[in-house]
Protein backbone atom coordinates (compact mmCIF):
# COMPACT_ATOMS: atom_id res chain seq x y z
CA UNK A 1 0.00 0.00 0.00
CA UNK A 2 1.27 3.13 -1.11
CA UNK A 3 0.96 6.18 0.66
CA UNK A 4 0.97 9.79 -0.89
CA UNK A 5 0.94 10.60 -3.94
CA UNK A 6 3.78 12.42 -6.84
CA UNK A 7 6.02 13.74 -3.84
CA UNK A 8 2.97 15.74 -2.07
CA UNK A 9 3.81 15.15 1.48
CA UNK A 10 2.01 12.30 3.18
CA UNK A 11 -1.10 13.44 5.03
CA UNK A 12 -1.33 13.06 9.12
CA UNK A 13 -3.80 10.45 8.30
CA UNK A 14 -0.98 8.42 6.38
CA UNK A 15 1.64 9.17 9.23
CA UNK A 16 -1.11 8.13 12.25
CA UNK A 17 -1.27 5.24 10.09
CA UNK A 18 2.67 4.12 9.65
CA UNK A 19 2.98 5.24 13.62
CA UNK A 20 0.17 2.34 13.95
CA UNK A 21 1.95 -0.17 11.67
CA UNK A 22 5.72 0.82 13.61
CA UNK A 23 4.12 0.27 16.85
CA UNK A 24 2.88 -2.97 16.02
CA UNK A 25 6.56 -4.28 14.99
CA UNK A 26 6.27 -4.30 11.32
CA UNK A 27 8.47 -2.38 9.25
CA UNK A 28 7.51 0.40 6.44
CA UNK A 29 8.70 2.00 3.39
CA UNK A 30 9.87 5.50 3.55
CA UNK A 31 11.81 8.53 1.84
CA UNK A 32 14.34 9.93 3.08
CA UNK A 33 17.34 12.53 1.97
CA UNK A 34 19.09 9.63 0.52
CA UNK A 35 17.34 6.67 -0.82
CA UNK A 36 14.25 4.92 0.24
CA UNK A 37 14.46 2.64 3.02
CA UNK A 38 13.04 -0.11 5.25
CA UNK A 39 12.02 1.46 8.69
CA UNK A 40 10.71 -0.47 12.13
CA UNK A 41 10.36 1.02 15.72
CA UNK A 42 13.50 0.38 16.91
CA UNK A 43 12.36 -0.50 20.93
CA UNK A 44 9.59 -2.40 19.32
CA UNK A 45 10.42 -6.30 19.72
CA UNK A 46 10.80 -8.31 15.91
CA UNK A 47 10.71 -5.09 14.33
CA UNK A 48 14.27 -5.33 12.97
CA UNK A 49 14.29 -9.39 12.62
CA UNK A 50 11.79 -8.22 10.01
CA UNK A 51 13.70 -5.89 8.38
CA UNK A 52 16.71 -8.36 8.05
CA UNK A 53 14.33 -10.96 6.25
CA UNK A 54 12.97 -8.80 3.83
CA UNK A 55 16.44 -7.63 3.10
CA UNK A 56 17.68 -11.08 2.91
CA UNK A 57 20.84 -9.72 4.57
CA UNK A 58 22.71 -11.05 7.43
CA UNK A 59 23.18 -10.01 10.93
CA UNK A 60 26.61 -9.57 10.70
CA UNK A 61 25.61 -5.90 8.75
CA UNK A 62 24.43 -3.76 11.56
CA UNK A 63 21.13 -1.61 10.83
CA UNK A 64 21.80 2.17 11.27
CA UNK A 65 19.59 3.98 13.00
CA UNK A 66 17.14 7.47 12.17
CA UNK A 67 16.87 9.76 14.94
CA UNK A 68 15.12 13.45 14.75
CA UNK A 69 18.04 15.33 16.29
CA UNK A 70 21.31 15.45 18.65
CA UNK A 71 18.84 14.36 21.72
CA UNK A 72 17.63 10.91 20.44
CA UNK A 73 21.16 10.23 19.39
CA UNK A 74 22.40 10.61 22.51
CA UNK A 75 20.57 8.50 24.04
CA UNK A 76 21.25 5.70 22.03
CA UNK A 77 25.39 6.44 22.76
CA UNK A 78 27.80 7.21 25.34
CA UNK A 79 31.43 8.42 25.73
CA UNK A 80 30.44 10.71 22.57
CA UNK A 81 33.72 12.24 21.76
CA UNK A 82 33.70 15.98 21.06
CA UNK A 83 34.52 16.32 17.28
CA UNK A 84 31.27 13.99 17.16
CA UNK A 85 29.30 16.53 18.38
CA UNK A 86 30.98 19.04 16.18
CA UNK A 87 29.98 16.66 12.87
CA UNK A 88 26.47 16.13 14.04
CA UNK A 89 25.59 19.58 14.83
CA UNK A 90 26.98 20.79 11.52
CA UNK A 91 25.87 18.19 8.87
CA UNK A 92 23.15 17.24 10.75
CA UNK A 93 20.11 17.26 9.29
CA UNK A 94 21.88 15.28 6.58
CA UNK A 95 23.65 13.18 4.75
CA UNK A 96 25.98 11.88 7.61
CA UNK A 97 26.21 8.92 9.66
CA UNK A 98 28.18 8.66 12.68
CA UNK A 99 29.01 5.38 14.43
CA UNK A 100 29.05 5.79 18.09
CA UNK A 101 29.76 3.54 21.19
CA UNK A 102 25.55 2.46 22.03
CA UNK A 103 24.60 1.99 25.27
CA UNK A 104 24.66 -1.29 27.35
CA UNK A 105 21.31 -3.17 25.82
CA UNK A 106 19.91 -0.85 22.72
CA UNK A 107 21.85 -2.05 19.79
CA UNK A 108 21.31 -6.04 20.54
CA UNK A 109 18.86 -5.73 17.92
CA UNK A 110 20.39 -4.11 15.08
CA UNK A 111 23.23 -6.52 14.85
CA UNK A 112 25.38 -8.92 16.06
CA UNK A 113 27.60 -6.84 17.30
CA UNK A 114 26.26 -4.71 20.08
CA UNK A 115 29.14 -2.55 20.98
CA UNK A 116 28.44 0.52 18.26
CA UNK A 117 24.78 1.77 16.83
CA UNK A 118 25.43 4.12 13.58
CA UNK A 119 23.00 7.21 13.93
CA UNK A 120 21.98 9.86 11.24
CA UNK A 121 19.38 12.48 11.27
CA UNK A 122 17.83 12.40 7.75
CA UNK A 123 17.08 16.08 6.37
CA UNK A 124 13.54 14.93 5.11
CA UNK A 125 10.15 16.11 6.71
CA UNK A 126 8.68 12.16 6.75
CA UNK A 127 11.61 10.80 8.36
CA UNK A 128 11.95 13.52 10.79
CA UNK A 129 8.44 13.32 11.64
CA UNK A 130 8.22 9.88 12.21
CA UNK A 131 11.19 9.82 14.03
CA UNK A 132 9.62 12.63 16.62
CA UNK A 133 6.42 10.77 16.67
CA UNK A 134 7.80 7.03 17.27
CA UNK A 135 11.52 7.38 18.46
CA UNK A 136 14.60 5.84 16.69
CA UNK A 137 14.03 4.11 14.06
CA UNK A 138 16.23 0.78 12.87
CA UNK A 139 16.72 1.39 8.89
CA UNK A 140 18.34 0.12 6.04
CA UNK A 141 18.05 1.33 2.39
CA UNK A 142 14.98 -0.54 0.56
CA UNK A 143 16.36 -2.82 -1.80
CA UNK A 144 17.55 -6.56 -1.84
CA UNK A 145 20.67 -6.99 -0.23
CA UNK A 146 23.00 -6.71 -2.72
CA UNK A 147 20.99 -4.37 -5.51
CA UNK A 148 20.95 -1.26 -6.27
CA UNK A 149 19.18 1.45 -3.94
CA UNK A 150 15.77 2.51 -4.67
CA UNK A 151 14.75 6.07 -4.76
CA UNK A 152 10.73 6.18 -5.64
CA UNK A 153 7.68 4.40 -3.64
CA UNK A 154 6.53 2.77 -6.46
CA UNK A 155 10.08 1.03 -6.87
CA UNK A 156 9.89 -0.23 -3.61
CA UNK A 157 6.24 -1.59 -3.25
CA UNK A 158 7.27 -3.55 -6.65
CA UNK A 159 10.45 -4.87 -5.19
CA UNK A 160 8.79 -6.12 -2.04
CA UNK A 161 5.10 -6.70 -2.78
CA UNK A 162 2.84 -7.68 -0.26
CA UNK A 163 5.62 -8.54 2.40
CA UNK A 164 6.06 -4.69 2.94
CA UNK A 165 2.88 -3.50 3.84
CA UNK A 166 3.18 0.09 3.62
CA UNK A 167 5.48 2.83 1.56
CA UNK A 168 4.74 6.24 2.00
CA UNK A 169 5.28 8.43 -1.05
CA UNK A 170 7.65 11.73 -0.57
CA UNK A 171 8.56 12.04 -4.20
CA UNK A 172 11.95 10.97 -6.16
CA UNK A 173 15.03 10.31 -3.82
CA UNK A 174 18.47 12.39 -4.51
CA UNK A 175 19.79 8.40 -4.46
CA UNK A 176 23.50 9.09 -3.25
CA UNK A 177 23.85 6.98 0.40
CA UNK A 178 24.79 9.06 3.21
CA UNK A 179 28.61 9.14 4.31
CA UNK A 180 29.42 7.01 7.27
CA UNK A 181 32.36 8.48 10.19
CA UNK A 182 33.54 5.84 12.53
CA UNK A 183 33.81 8.33 15.62
CA UNK A 184 34.25 5.58 18.38
CA UNK A 185 38.43 6.21 18.28
CA UNK A 186 40.51 9.28 18.93
CA UNK A 187 39.66 11.13 15.54
CA UNK A 188 37.20 10.29 12.67
CA UNK A 189 37.86 7.35 10.28
CA UNK A 190 35.52 7.58 6.48
CA UNK A 191 34.01 3.73 6.28
CA UNK A 192 32.12 4.78 3.44
CA UNK A 193 31.74 7.79 0.91
CA UNK A 194 28.76 9.26 0.41
CA UNK A 195 27.15 12.86 -0.63
CA UNK A 196 28.96 14.55 2.12
CA UNK A 197 32.14 15.16 0.56
CA UNK A 198 35.05 13.71 3.60
CA UNK A 199 36.46 16.80 2.69
CA UNK A 200 33.87 18.98 4.34
CA UNK A 201 33.76 16.62 7.58
CA UNK A 202 37.77 17.15 7.90
CA UNK A 203 37.09 20.77 7.45
CA UNK A 204 34.46 21.09 10.19
CA UNK A 205 36.67 19.54 12.52
CA UNK A 206 37.97 21.24 15.53
Known sequence: MILGVGGDPPSAAALDQAVE??????????PTDT???LAGALDVAGACDRIFAMKGRNRHVRLPVL???LDQARDLCHGVPSFASVL??????????VVLPARPGVAAALGDDDAT????SPAHPVALALCRMVGPLATTSANRHGRPPLTTAAEVAAVFGEALPMVLDGGTCAGDPSTVVDCTGSEPRLLRP?????SEVVEALP
Not at 117 to 120: E, K, S
Not at 194 to 198: A, C, E, I, K, V
Open 21 to 30: MLARGWPIGL
Open 35 to 37: VYG
Open 67 to 69: VAG
Open 88 to 97: MDRFWPGALT
Open 117 to 120: IGVR
Open 194 to 198: GRLPW
